[in-house]
């Protein structure tokens, strides 16, 4: 149970021992965390290397799974590697002699056809940052931008997304969306441990912290110095990142404007293209100059919110000034393409799989995009997505004799079945004739696993709109 916080009269969060003002006049709220003068660990190591601590933290990597690091040592590894490591892991910790691993580098494709570079922990190293972040963040968070909402506890993108919609409402109808060029490869380390020093000065965790930041990536068979960064894979990245940005928050609360940030995507919410555009000018030295950050130009613009995407949505304008919220454009057709893939005439592989495997897909994307109005895309998708799943089993029975033979106990009449059967029509116009929607119906597909969508989506609606 968490001791009662109270706020000091110059606005420092205390609790306990832990929180005072620090040196350079401004909230350190993890202060007097140095160790006692017998060597002994300070309270907020305590903290992180209790069983409790380090036990909670194992279970969130588990359950995360993910790929192994430089060790090999993967997540179903870990409750015995930490049974043979721990109090050896431990003392490093409370020594200030642990190492991390280097991150392992991956290439993740993105949507434009470019990689996306991501650094992979060892599951060790990621425990330990899991363990760091659950420590801290408590008393870190509550100094955030009420307009900060990814990667916080309590906050999600439909929060953000809901405030987007808010702001519309009130008459901001243009957006400065300000794009950050690779900003998790262009963190400035030393600019950055000083921001993570104004909430911790324990001497031995900011040792840690920068322990991480430096330790390197390898690349085939060597290792890079890793000078600038945080890089994108880490437990730790999401909180640092916040951090630095939190800088990017205060600036525009000073300036009063209308704002969301989402990590690293930022939308500021203005009433004219003019006042846009003076706001993406001077916000951009601010960028560049205070936090040493890269505003790319060429994707950074003043736009309506109807058309610009943010966090996979757009705003939509209705009658009496009112807004919704649907799926961008490129949302949906990435939707349409991976189910294009994943029902491919020319795929293998049992029907039921590769039903059960589309229905994956379909309920990820309605519980995300759910919160939208869009009714009638999902009943016109759900026909679209039935009617691929025909032109697959059409494909799929190929001989004349398997088609009428499965007609046939689809209860079509054997006429029909024979003239059916010995159709040259192809895979795709046939798969919207009367014949198989006769046949395979909807029912019939539902029976056979395929998620009801147009259910699931007034199910997911109505789910996010009684919370907000």
Not at 304 to 314: H, Q, V, Y
Not at 361 to 390: C, D, F, H, N, P
Not at 411 to 427: I, L, M, Q, S
Request: aromatic share 8%.
């Amino acid at each position: 149970m968490q001791r009662p916080q109270t706020i000091s009269k110059d606005g420092c969060l205390q609790e306990g021992t832990l929180e005072a003002k620090s040196n350079a006049g401004g909230c350190s709220v993890l202060r007097g965390e140095k160790k006692s003068q017998g060597g002994e660990p300070s309270e907020l190591m305590r903290k992180l290397v209790s069983r409790e601590n380090l036990g909670h933290a194992f279970k969130r990597v588990k359950q995360k799974k993910g790929s192994a690091g430089i060790d090999g040592v993967t997540t179903n590894e870990i409750h015995s590697y930490f049974a043979e490591h721990h109090r050896s892991i431990v003392l490093s910790l409370k020594e200030g002699s642990y190492e991390p691993h280097p991150v392992k580098r991956v290439l993740i494709p993105k949507d434009n056809g470019s990689k996306r570079e991501l650094g992979i922990p060892t599951v060790r190293d990621r425990v330990i940052q899991q363990a760091l972040v659950q420590v801290i963040t408590p008393y870190i968070d509550p100094h955030f931008s009420e307009n900060s909402y990814g990667f916080r506890p309590g906050r999600s993108a439909h929060d953000a997304i809901m405030k987007a919609k808010s702001y519309h409402e009130e008459g901001y109808r243009y957006v400065v969306d300000i794009d950050l060029k690779q900003y998790f490869d262009t963190v400035n380390h030393d600019k950055l441990m000083y921001l993570v020093s104004q909430f911790v000065s324990d001497r031995t965790i900011l040792k840690l912290i920068r322990k991480f930041l430096v330790s390197g990536v390898k690349i085939g068979d060597h290792v890079h110095p890793s000078e600038i960064g945080t890089p994108q894979g880490g437990n730790l990245s999401p909180l640092l990142s916040n951090i630095y940005l939190n800088e990017l928050d205060k600036e525009l609360e000073r300036r009063g404007h209308r704002f969301i940030r989402y990590a690293d995507d930022c939308n500021i919410y203005v009433k004219s293209s003019k006042a846009g555009e003076r706001v993406l000018k001077s916000i951009t030295t601010f960028l560049e100059d205070k936090l040493r950050l890269t505003v790319n130009k060429e994707k950074s613009a003043v736009g309506a919110p109807t058309k610009r995407k943010f966090l996979g949505f757009c705003l939509q304008s209705l009658p009496k000034g009112k807004s919704g919220i649907r799926p961008h454009i490129k949302a949906k057709h990435r939707l349409e393409k991976k189910v294009r893939g994943l029902l491919s005439r020319k795929r293998p592989g049992n029907v039921r799989e590769i039903i059960k495997e589309l229905n994956e897909v379909l309920r990820g994307w309605i519980a995300y995009y759910g919160i939208s109005r869009m009714k009638k895309y999902i009943r016109e998708t759900a026909q679209w997505v039935r009617r691929r799943i025909r032109q697959l089993i059409w494909k799929r029975w190929k001989k004349v004799k398997t088609r009428y033979r499965s007609l046939i106990k689809l209860k079509v009449p054997k006429d029909k079945a024979w003239e059916w059967a010995n159709t040259r029509k192809g895979y795709w116009r046939i798969s919207k004739s009367f014949i198989l929607h006769r046949s395979i119906t909807k029912e019939a597909l539902q029976k056979a696993g395929l998620l009801n969508m147009d259910a699931f989506y007034k199910k997911m609606y109505e789910k996010h709109h009684s919370t907000h």
